[in-house]
């Protein structure tokens, strides 16, 4: 992928404005909450112990996986009152999006479009994929991208009003749902590459996102995603002052071996599970100021940037990024 800097896709400015109207949003809609306790979404264990706190919201962290998640929960019920009527959520889907959009598509959705159609090319053997669900479409500047490179069938799924119209205006079919609520039947037969990106760590309950998942898939057809991966070095540096702890956003932090424990269990194979950020040394350099370990802020002071580079790609290919892909089989 392209060198890529946290401000040209997060500007500071922007996007710290983003967490402004997030923090009055969150008081808003759930300060009153009804919240219940629930197991770690990955493994299922009960055995967990309080990592950090953040606008009122608890992340426990699982002793079994490692895992990072949001416990107490509020029920969904607030979740689609907040993403329904929520300021911030308005300011993400037209302010930010719409001033980050030329970067984003040059830095993150051509290399993605380009890795996407290199694992299908890989792992679809002598059955060719021809048809691509993407789940969470947004403004399908990833379908938009990959539509370029590769012939496919193109199905949008995206539950929002305003971006399903968007996709529909950009010529791509859209069903206006929930992944949760789709049918079997709603989608072709034929065999599929469903994809997802930056949507998982948003999930309510993940399990029951995957068990829909994979009864609306037959065997063969892949998934596809991108997450945020709890043991990601920037996310465990910085703890309650990373970004990338955006309650009531970021719900699940799993990381590669946990999300693989949970894909297998709901009836998939875990084809790779990599970490291929390029983002954590530069967020740390960007937030020096909220690093409390010595070490790490020794070494963003007196490295050079060559260095930082050489950091950086040890830490991707270690697992140890915070950005995580996941490519998956239903068995």
């Known amino acids: 992928m392209k060198k890529v800097q946290e401000e040209e896709i997060r500007p500071e400015k ?9 923090k009055i949003d969150t008081h808003d809609f759930f300060n009153n909450s009804d919240k219940v306790k629930i197991k770690c979404p ?35 019920k607030y979740f689609n009152s907040y993403y329904q009527d929520s300021p911030s959520t308005k300011y993400w889907a037209t302010t930010f999006y719409k001033e980050t ?27 060719f994929i021809k048809n691509l669900v993407d789940i969470g479409g947004g403004y399908a500047v990833f379908d938009e991208e990959i539509s370029k490179i590769m012939n496919l069938n193109i199905t949008v799924i995206e539950p929002s009003l305003h971006l399903a119209k968007i996709c529909r205006g950009k010529g791509f079919d859209v069903i206006e749902k929930f992944m949760e609520d789709i049918e079997y039947d709603e989608l072709t037969q034929d065999r599929k590459c469903f994809v997802s990106f930056e949507l998982f760590e948003h999930l309510h309950n993940p399990e029951e996102f995957l068990i829909n998942l994979n009864k609306c898939m037959k065997s063969g057809d892949i998934f596809i995603f991108t997450t945020l991966s709890g043991i990601g070095l920037d996310i465990q540096v910085l703890r309650e002052d990373a970004k990338a702890l955006s309650p009531p956003h970021h719900l699940n932090f799993l990381n590669p071996k946990a999300v693989s424990m949970l894909l297998e269990r709901n009836g998939f194979d875990v084809l790779e599970a990599t ?35 050489k950091m950086q790609q040890f830490i991707s290919d270690s697992g140890l990024s915070s950005h995580m892909m996941i490519t998956s089989i239903k068995k």
């Open 42 to 76: 990955a493994c299922g264990k009960n055995d967990y112990e309080l990592w950090a706190k953040k606008n009122d919201f608890e992340y426990q962290l699982c002793n079994n996986c490692q895992s990072i998640y949001v416990s107490p929960r509020p029920l969904i």
């Open 275 to 309: 970490t291929p950020g390029k983002l954590d040394i530069d967020i740390l350099e960007r937030n020096k100021e909220n690093i409390k370990d010595i070490f790490w802020k020794n070494y963003i002071d007196y490295s050079s940037d060559s260095e930082k580079e």
């Open 101 to 127: 959009e030329l970067a984003r598509r040059d830095k993150l959705w051509i290399p993605k479009a380009k890795l996407v159609k290199d694992l299908i090319i890989k792992y679809q053997g002598s059955n």
């Open 14 to 22: 922007i996007f710290d404005e983003y967490l402004r109207l997030t």
